[in-house]
């Protein structure tokens, strides 16, 4: 996200949306009464149109007082949804219902009446998301291979597969392995390209990884001077959240939030599980905690804070001031559902408060 412009005297704010993470950040930014500017195009009956049952498409500026969003990662859009207030009289009405899709490479300002600390440092980690390369890692198995890009708002997934045939045919298995890792190769350049791919981690139970980190650093000398080789347990998606949770994803970024949203996630279930009384979920063992000054990390789904945003406000402020943390957790992740199984807000403690 860039942040071209930034008035908080009017309490307005300009941006320029540059991914798709600008979009998952913004739905959680802009509230009900909130009012949004940009340009945007409407169906309009012009003095010609009006004896024929059609109507004219024209790209007009209107600012609209926000009712609802709606963030849509698969069509890359979010909705807001809500009342014209400004724009051309003379072909719209003032007060009618309007849609806006904004998109990537979409210029907005944004206008509330206070910009609450949690909404600006949204915008700032947003602003620093950015910049911030990604993280590609890959699970190798004998003619299967899951690729997850991870991202600030989500890991995406793709999958190749291949038949290699059967061991007593050794050499045509070495040939079809050896087309396998070409088309792996391809599809992790292409992507690193287009997403700005910091790092490559090959991953796996088996010797596979091995073998393709071999075939790369043969074909790819500079791919292989940011190709890590991580061991699992597991194969397929299982084994990227655990990738997530090794040692290699702090050495080479921690920050990345849907990483984190694992890590932590994790975390709190291992100590729940274990009755350390480390970890507390639900809004009063929570509130509890957080008066006791115990709480390290906050962790909250990011649709109930948007939904509580004073009270979970007043908690953050609260846990600050103690020296500890808050992270937003999204709740479109599976990080997100578990800890939504556990009430939507948690806390990880750095001394027990209950023994």
Same mark, same amino acid.
């Given at each position: 996200?860039?942040?071209?412009?930034?008035?908080?005297?009017?309490?307005?704010?300009?941006?320029?949306?540059?991914?798709?993470?600008?979009?998952?950040?913004?739905?959680?930014?802009?509230?009900?009464?909130?009012?949004?500017?940009?340009?945007?195009?409407?169906?309009?009956?012009?003095?010609?149109?009006?004896?024929?049952?059609?109507?004219?498409?024209?790209?007009?500026?209107?600012?609209?007082?926000?009712?609802?969003?709606?963030?849509?990662?698969?069509?890359?859009?979010?909705?807001?949804?809500?009342?014209?207030?400004?724009?051309?009289?003379?072909?719209?009405?003032?007060?009618?219902?309007?849609?806006?899709?904004?998109?990537?490479?979409?210029?907005?300002?944004?206008?509330?009446?206070?910009?609450?600390?949690?909404?600006?440092?949204?915008?700032?980690?947003?602003?620093?998301?950015?910049?911030?390369?990604?993280?590609?890692?890959?699970?190798?198995?004998?003619?299967?291979?899951?690729?997850?890009?991870?991202?600030?708002?989500?890991?995406?997934?793709?999958?190749?597969?291949?038949?290699?045939?059967?061991?007593?045919?050794?050499?045509?298995?070495?040939?079809?392995?050896?087309?396998?890792?070409?088309?792996?190769?391809?599809?992790?350049?292409?992507?690193?390209?287009?997403?700005?791919?910091?790092?490559?981690?090959?991953?796996?139970?088996?010797?596979?990884?091995?073998?393709?980190?071999?075939?790369?650093?043969?074909?790819?000398?500079?791919?292989?001077?940011?190709?890590?080789?991580?061991?699992?347990?597991?194969?397929?998606?299982?084994?990227?959240?655990?990738?997530?949770?090794?040692?290699?994803?702090?050495?080479?970024?921690?920050?990345?939030?849907? /990483?984190?949203? $694992?890590? *932590? &996630? #994790?975390?709190? %279930?291992?100590?729940?599980?274990?009755? +350390?009384?480390?970890?507390?979920?639900?809004?009063?063992?929570?509130?509890?905690?957080?008066?006791?000054? /115990?709480?390290? $990390?906050? *962790? &909250? #789904?990011?649709? %109930?804070?948007?939904?509580?945003?004073? +009270?979970?406000?007043?908690?953050?402020?609260?846990?600050?001031?103690?020296?500890?943390?808050?992270?937003?957790?999204?709740?479109?992740?599976?990080?997100?559902?578990? %800890?939504?199984?556990?009430?939507?807000?948690?806390?990880?403690?750095?001394?027990?408060?209950?023994?």
């Amino acid at each position: 996200m860039k942040i071209l412009k930034k008035n908080l005297r009017n309490n307005t704010i300009t941006l320029r949306i540059e991914n798709l993470d600008d979009l998952w950040y913004l739905s959680g930014i802009i509230k009900a009464e909130d009012q949004i500017k940009t340009k945007t195009e409407r169906r309009i009956k012009t003095k010609n149109d009006m004896n024929r049952d059609k109507s004219t498409r024209k790209t007009i500026t209107l600012t609209i007082k926000t009712e609802k969003t709606e963030f849509n990662p698969h069509n890359q859009t979010l909705r807001v949804l809500g009342l014209i207030e400004e724009g051309p009289e003379d072909i719209i009405s003032i007060g009618s219902h309007h849609t806006f899709n904004l998109m990537v490479g979409d210029k907005t300002s944004l206008k509330k009446t206070r910009w609450s600390p949690i909404d600006l440092k949204r915008l700032d980690d947003a602003k620093k998301a950015s910049l911030r390369p990604k993280i590609l890692v890959v699970v190798v198995d004998e003619g299967e291979a899951v690729f997850g890009l991870i991202k600030e708002s989500k890991i995406e997934y793709y999958e190749q597969t291949t038949s290699i045939g059967g061991k007593q045919y050794k050499t045509k298995r070495k040939e079809k392995k050896h087309e396998f890792y070409g088309k792996i190769h391809s599809f992790i350049c292409n992507l690193a390209d287009k997403e700005n791919v910091s790092s490559v981690i090959l991953a796996g139970t088996g010797f596979e990884k091995n073998n393709l980190y071999d075939y790369l650093k043969e074909k790819n000398p500079q791919l292989i001077k940011k190709t890590y080789i991580e061991n699992t347990g597991s194969q397929g998606r299982t084994a990227i959240n655990e990738v997530i949770q090794k040692p290699v994803m702090k050495k080479i970024n921690e920050d990345i939030n849907s /990483a984190k949203d $694992i890590r *932590l &996630v #994790n975390k709190l %279930l291992m100590e729940v599980g274990k009755d +350390t009384n480390l970890g507390v979920y639900g809004f009063k063992e929570v509130y509890d905690a957080v008066n006791t000054g /115990a709480v390290s $990390i906050l *962790l &909250v #789904n990011d649709d %109930l804070l948007y939904e509580n945003m004073n +009270t979970i406000e007043k908690l953050t402020k609260n846990v600050k001031s103690m020296k500890g943390q808050m992270h937003i957790v999204n709740h479109l992740n599976e990080a997100g559902t578990q %800890l939504a199984s556990l009430g939507g807000i948690a806390a990880l403690l750095r001394y027990r408060i209950n023994q």
